[in-house]
């Protein structure tokens, strides 16, 4: 499956973003999903997974309560809606797919694929 993010922008902080992810493949529906984000000089770290029903969901503690992950399998999208925005939310920000493989729960990027082309959001005032 094919992925591409899209919705970024520049926000100031305490602001609102919501990104988009779509899937090239109507698979997508049978796929768990993580986003990812990564800042300038640090490696890339998990935000949050859904599950391929959206019935099951985990977040990283720095975005509990501020994010929420989400999706739409009949459009082939998962969003993430972002609030509260700080400016270390600054990264670039991807969508993947959980290895069919690996176990739910993770949040090892290694652990995900088919990583699409990032969206950047910059919080900022």
């Known amino acids: 499956v094919q992925l591409q993010a899209s919705g970024g922008g520049l926000v100031q902080p305490g602001g609102s973003l919501s990104l988009s992810c779509a899937a090239s493949e109507h698979t997508f529906s049978n796929r768990h999903m993580g986003w990812f984000r990564q800042a300038p000089g640090k490696e890339r770290e998990f935000v949050a997974a859904i599950s391929w029903s959206g019935g099951r969901i985990y977040y990283a503690d720095s975005v509990k309560g501020r994010f929420t992950v989400s999706r739409d399998n009949a459009k082939n999208t998962v969003y993430l809606e972002m609030n509260g925005l700080k400016p270390e939310d600054t990264a670039i920000y991807y969508c993947?797919?959980?290895?069919?493989?690996?176990?739910?729960?993770?949040?090892?990027?290694?652990?995900?694929?088919?990583w699409g082309q990032g969206t950047l959001v910059t919080v900022s005032s």
């Open positions: 993947a797919a959980l290895r069919e493989t690996r176990n739910w729960g993770t949040t090892l990027q290694d652990d995900f694929g088919s």
